[in-house]
């Protein structure tokens, strides 16, 4: 019993117990006190009559203000009913619920032409006559197998619409059941989607062409790294043969003069075993360059500190004569491709080897700093520096700020440096000021596995 028959209850039984005891109390009252007997029976039905009118009228007011709620409540209860209808109309949706036991279908807005696909006083077969033959099929084998399992169902079908156009709604239903479990109502909506199907459908093509171009971009990618790399060794090799020759017979020319060779001539001949060795080494270096870029990376833990040492040491070995106060920092690891480190490594650290020659204390300084995503590794040196407005074009391939006369060089080394720093999804940059040194800055990300 909820609380509004309570009350109801309550007003009833203290209206019985308020009556009975004024009709009592009062005839008791009128013949105990009134006389002759046919005066109280005068008095008794003007007390009852006026009990009478007294009760009228306050159920009279009563009701008027029953019914006054009852229409303020009826017309709010309407305009909810509108707001519902407007709200169904302009999401084009339609709200249903299915008998299992009757067959019967009650249907209230639209899923696509309001009044005209589905009418609000469609039957279940009218209903299920716009879908298309094999979706009809289909909606009844995924209603049953909805029900079975107890799950919501969510599907798309196609149906007809319009001028036979083919139009797709959304439909979503849920099953009520009874106190046994037994599924007695289906609930649901049905929502037009035919734009988003549409779009999802462009889409998918969109994307097959896309992933068909990439396919083919890629294949004539593949087939132009293959070529230029056939090119490049092709050229290496054309320009090494003229090179020995060039060399070979600049050494002969040198023995057949023997000590009759005049201060001139020996110049031109060093100039040029000079120049053939810095060809030779330019051809080397855009080798290096060119695989770099093309080799595949093989990711692996790399022991920068012991790298860095191992690459100072060569160059101890190789220049005994210097003196270079050179610091690692111990502990330095990252995941990346060795040997491309390895280069990257041996391009910067042999340009600080090469950029402090001429200073009196020479120092190399490698250390590192581990960042939540990255690892910072930096390179210091108090070489010749450079000023910062060239930072960016020194990572170019052949810009040198030297001469060869003062440093030789191909000035391929940092753009190779970079590239690799590139192919791992890092950043490399340069801080330099003149005559202070350079710090060649490097940022390994950390690799996510």
């Not at 009760?55 to 029953?66: Q, V």
């Not at 020995?244 to 003069?257: K, N, P, S, V, Y």
């Not at 080397?284 to 790399?302: A, E, K, N």
Request: aromatic letters at 8%; one cysteine or more; proline letters at 4%.
């Amino acid at each position: 019993m909820n609380r509004g028959k309570v009350t109801v209850w309550k007003v009833v039984v203290a209206y019985l117990i308020v009556s009975i005891t004024w009709v009592f109390v009062s005839d008791f009252l009128t013949f105990l006190l009134t006389s002759p007997p046919k005066l109280a029976l005068i008095y008794s039905a003007t007390k009852g009559v006026f009990f009478v009118l007294v009760t009228a009228g306050l159920l009279y007011i009563m009701m008027g203000r029953t019914v006054a709620k009852l229409s303020e409540a009826e017309q709010r209860a309407q305009r909810a009913y509108e707001d519902l209808d407007t709200a169904l109309e302009l999401a084009r949706t339609g709200v249903w619920r299915w008998n299992i036991a009757t067959q019967s279908i009650e249907f209230k807005g639209t899923h696509a032409e309001p009044k005209r696909v589905i009418p609000d006083d469609s039957g279940f077969e009218r209903i299920l006559g716009v879908l298309y033959d094999e979706e009809r099929d289909r909606m009844f084998a995924d209603i049953g197998a909805s029900v079975s399992a107890g799950t919501p169902l969510v599907r798309v079908y196609a149906y007809r619409g319009p001028e036979n156009s083919r139009r797709y709604l959304e439909a979503r239903a849920d099953a009520i059941r009874d106190e046994t479990g037994k599924p007695i109502m289906l609930v649901g909506t049905t929502v037009d989607c035919t734009d988003r199907v549409e779009l999802q459908n462009q889409l998918e093509s969109l994307t097959e062409q896309l992933e068909s171009r990439v396919q083919d971009r890629t294949a004539d990618l593949v087939a132009a790294n293959e070529q230029l790399e056939a090119f490049t060794h092709s050229v290496a090799h054309d320009l090494r043969s003229p090179l020995r020759t060039i060399h070979g017979f600049t050494m002969a020319i040198e023995q057949d003069l023997g000590q009759d060779i005049d201060s001139v001539t020996k110049e031109n001949i060093s100039r040029i075993k000079k120049a053939a060795v810095k060809m030779s080494d330019l051809i080397d270096d855009m080798l290096t360059l060119s695989r770099v870029t093309r080799v595949p990376l093989q990711f692996d833990g790399v022991n920068v500190s012991r790298v860095c040492e191992q690459i100072l040491e060569e160059l101890t070995d190789d220049d005994p004569t210097r003196r270079v106060d050179c610091s690692v920092q111990s502990g330095i690891h990252i995941n990346a491709d060795p040997r491309l480190v390895e280069i990257a490594l041996q391009n910067i650290l042999g340009n600080a080897w090469k950029y402090t020659s001429k200073i009196e204390d020479p120092k190399i300084e490698v250390k590192a700093e581990t960042m939540p995503d990255s690892v910072l590794l930096w390179v210091k040196d108090n070489g010749i520096g450079f000023e910062q407005k060239f930072a960016q074009s020194v990572f170019e391939p052949f810009n040198r700020l030297v001469t060869d006369n003062e440093y030789p060089g191909t000035g391929i080394g940092l753009a190779t440096a970079s590239r690799i720093l590139r192919r791992h999804n890092g950043k490399i940059w340069a801080e330099s000021e003149p005559n202070q040194g350079t710090t060649i800055c490097m940022e390994f990300p950390v690799r996510k596995w």
